[in-house]
């Protein structure tokens, strides 16, 4: 039986688990280990691991692929500890949401005789820990890959076989291209979330303005009931890229200010109005995507299919194929309708 690490029990490596446990890979055996006794008990009885171990080095020891789901700043000594008992062989991925750092650590720390790609499910929620973990938090969401210059293809097959096998989208890029798109869809957005709910109950009369606070409110400010550490790592280890867009935010918001301080009606409706149809687009066609996209799990997988890499290769090509020819079937339907009017 082939063994795969899960160092880090929290949400998404819990929620990992819990899809890995529901998947149909055969022969496989989940071991994890958290730096906390009481979650490595909650994982096991929750099914989330088979086994716990009792320190990283244990977790590790013969497995096949290791899966590091701790925070970011949390990472390299993580690394550190592992490196020596790492097998030959070995892939070892992890779930940072940011990619830059994390790659050049792992060229630092970890022995040559492993293979290193970075992962990055998109996908969480504002509850932390064991308990918020569900197998269903990656469907259909992507799921970064972000190979080093040194993995081998098997490697990197075999962690988009698990991007595969949790139902979620692989999409491959560099750390660089990952971290700046991140900061703008995925941190911009948290600092935002919490600066707008810090500007209201800092104010005097939050008393009063919070008995009017509704769904709107609360769901722009859902992430600031995020993980503080995650937030803080974010911001320490994208700070570059996080600041071009608040920057950039800024811009925004002064010239909706100037549209609204204008008076003129007519410009502000239309820019409302060209907002809502791109986005409700971009929702539409986003949760169509990730349908056809989802990559479903084929019965029967076995570890050494997984390992060896033909089944993940051969699911990615299918995806990238079908995707591509309901691309150009949409443009064309689209093409007649604009045609037919």
């Known amino acids: 039986m082939a063994r795969i690490a899960i160092i880090g029990l929290g949400l998404i490596g819990g929620s990992l688990g819990l899809a890995l446990k529901q998947s149909r890979l055969r022969d496989v055996e989940l071991v994890g280990y958290s730096r906390s006794r009481k ?3 909650k994982a096991r009885r929750a099914g989330a691991i088979d086994t716990i171990a009792p320190d990283p080095a244990s ?49 630092e720390i970890l022995p040559q005789h492993v293979s290193f790609v970075g992962g990055h499910p998109m996908a969480g929620k504002e509850q932390t ?10 469907e259909g969401k992507t799921y970064c890959i972000v190979p080093s210059p040194t993995a081998r293809e098997t490697a990197v097959n075999s962690v988009v076989g698990l991007a595969g096998l949790v139902k979620a989208v692989p999409v491959y890029m560099d750390a660089e291209e990952h971290d700046s798109y991140v900061a703008a869809v995925s941190h911009l957005p948290l600092v935002v979330s919490t600066a707008l709910f810090s500007l209201a109950r800092d ?22 009931s995020g993980s503080p550490e995650m937030s803080h790592d974010i911001c320490r280890t994208n700070r570059e890229n996080l600041v071009h867009w608040l920057n950039r935010m800024a811009q925004e918001l002064l010239k909706y200010r ?16 060209r ?12 949760a169509q995507r990730r349908e056809e996209r989802a990559a479903a799990t084929e019965p029967g997988i076995s570890i050494t299919d997984l390992l060896v890499g033909d ?5 990615a090509r299918e995806m990238m194929k079908g995707l591509e020819q309901e691309s150009r079937r949409k443009d064309k339907r689209n093409g007649d309708h604009g045609r037919k009017r």
């Open 311 to 315: 089944w993940a290769g051969r699911r």
């Open 203 to 224: 104010s005097l009369a939050w008393p009063e303005m919070s008995q009017l606070a509704s769904s709107g409110f609360r769901d722009v400010t859902r992430l600031a």
């Open 129 to 138: 820990g064991i308990d918020a973990a569900e197998a269903g938090l990656f």
């Open 59 to 107: 977790a590790v020891r013969d497995a096949a692929i290791v899966i590091i789901a701790t925070p970011i700043l949390t990472i390299r000594q993580m690394m550190e500890e592992i490196a020596p008992a790492l097998p030959q062989d070995c892939t070892v991925t992890d779930v940072g949401s940011t990619k830059a750092d994390v790659m050049r650590w792992a060229e």
């Open 275 to 286: 907002i809502q149809l791109e986005r409700d687009v971009f929702i539409a066609r986003g």
């Open 258 to 273: 100037d549209l609204i301080q204008g008076g003129d009606d007519e410009e502000l409706l239309k820019a409302f109005a």
């Open 39 to 41: 979650t490595r008990e």
